[in-house]
């Protein structure tokens, strides 16, 4: 991708993307600034919603073990809580910050200023009310069966609605780029930004407003989750790494011709691996097959990305220049995650192994992986480049930024190893017909928790250091910028 | 690859594809699919549900408890579900037809609860479960499910009363065209 941009790129337009331009504003480039007030918004909401989630987090995660911990009230029961903290999660965190870095990242690719900013905003801020008035309805009265559609219809369609004001801007940016160059974040970022809405609007569709007929809704629900975890999570971040890898190596891309084939294969399989996680429900078996073969199929873009992007580290000592930068650290983090998280999806796809670990802790740990350990990594080592971008200013803290790695980095490793190992003894344990009372590992919810809290603090860490710098906009230290 | 119209066309077939082959494919299948006798002229399964019952469910959805419990009975070979007493037999997809939203949850950190009607001994027996979960279970008590009577002991109100006949109507021990009881 660099490569390209660096090579194709007409005399006189080239500046080194996202870095401070040389005319205008002595820190903030006019691209920049042009984005600045949506995607702080975007930024600063998710990190709100981050914190909720985490606090949440941490209540769920005693409650597994300490079930009468604050249980007078039915409000907080442990089915509502953690309905709750799954939307803020992937609603409230991800996917603000997901949209205000496409945001940023369409802009600055294309060169292109945006004019009536606001729109995006006002995008947001549809979102942010549907997603409060969503919660409360699940907190105070009730809740959809179904992971991640649990709001209230009307909820979903104030989403729509907020996610074309906010996210039609991709296709927008695309058509009116002043650059003729394509790259491969780009792709990325514009099928993820159709692949949502639609898949959404078609999922609410045929489970709330007119329910299919009994299990079908299941399929459509898990056709919707891989849709979502896969298209719009995971492309939305695959295309953060295809920008912020070979531009702060300043080094080309491995194997960039195959990134199309990576792109093309990953688009057309993942839709099809929803019924892989349903199998021995009661879906009729060629479906489940179908998902089956789809998942195995995975390996294509998997392989792909991996010598896109582990070819480009292996080379001119690229891993421990990443280990240094601020910003890489948490990227490959997460691009290690994610390749172990396809690896294992592949690999549990198949049926006589995935009897064991379906419905156990298993499932919930390879879905942090994914979601947490690749998602959220490459997001807030995103959020460490482009901040001080749009603000001019520093991150205020170079020893937050270190907590706010390490915390994280532990407590992911921490939480998805322990959900894998006993999601798995407990599965080994049930198809030995021991009694299921007897298969459950206290200390699985006593490490959960740990790693709650250990999350938190990281979190805490990061949004001292963030909203110190959105609200304050002064400058602090080179070292902190460097960290 | 640098025209918009041949990326968001691209991508439009890949959903469009998978929601075809797989929602479209499966509706034509499943989308009419009804009560049906086991036998010709024997009565008709799944049985219909309770008034109580249905209240009961949003009960059920209100407190989440999808959170923790499956609804479905794997078959023997994939899970050991039958071993574990949950089921008489798998789950088949007529056995949800008749519900509005179908509950099948992923992730049990309690038992599944498919026909959990057919091995609950009484109504007494799931008040007594729900009031005060046996110690160690991971499952907390529902005290805004009971009131308190006059002797001190507690009572199920409307919606405890609701949630119990519908845990009550969880039954999948009947034998369906799909999947005949073994005599």
Redesign the interface.
Known sequence: MSQENQQSRPQGQGRPQGRPADTGSPRISRVDASVASPVKFFFASALLWLLVSSVLAVITAV???L??FL??C?YL????L??IQRNVFFYGWASNALIGLNLWLLASLGRFEFRNGWIATLGGLIWNLALTVGIATVLI?????F?LL?LPRGVALAFFVAFLLAALWP?VA??RRPT???FVSQ?YI??AS??LP??YL?TQL??LWC??????????HS?FLQ?FLLLWLGASALAAVYYFLPKELETTLTGYYLS?VGF?TL??FA??T??A?L??????LW?QS??VVAAVLLFIPLTITSINFFGTLSRDSGWSRAWNNTTLRFVVFGLVAYTLALALQILFSA?SLN??I????F??GQQQLLTYAFVSMVIFGAAYYILPRLTGAFWPSAKLVHLHFWSCALAVVGSVAGSLFFGWTQGAA??A?K???QT?HPQE?LLSSACAVLFLIGHVAFALNALGMLTTCSSSTDEARQA | MNNLNLILAGVFSTVAASFGGLLLAGHAQLGALGRAPAEEGGPLFPALEPGLAIQGRQVYLQLGCVACHTQQVRPAGQGSDIAQGWGVRPSVARDYVLQSQVALGNRRVGPDLANYGARAKSDAEIAAHLSAPAAGSAMPAFPTLFNQGKDGSLQPNERGTALIAYLKSLRQDYSSPEAKLKQ
Do not use: C, Y
């Not at chain 1, 029961?77 to 509502?80: A, D, E, L, Q, S």
């Not at chain 1, 009265?141 to 069966?145: G, K, L, V, Y």
């Not at chain 1, 329910?211 to 459509?220: E, K």
């Not at chain 1, 379906?358 to 802790?361: D, E, H, I, L, Q």
């Open positions: 409650k597994l073990h079930p009468s249980n007078s039915e029961t442990f089915g509502r953690d309905a009265d009730s809740q959809n069966a992971e649990e296709a695309f058509v003729g160059q394509v792709w514009l099928g159709f692949v639609v898949v078609l045929m489970v329910p299919t007929n009994g299990v079908l809704q299941a399929l459509v056709w849709n199309t093309w688009f057309l839709g099809w929803g019924p996680t199998l021995g429900s009661p879906v009729p479906i179908t998902g049926r009897a064991i379906r419905f156990t802790s499932a919930a049930l198809a017909a009694p299921f009372a459950m919810a």
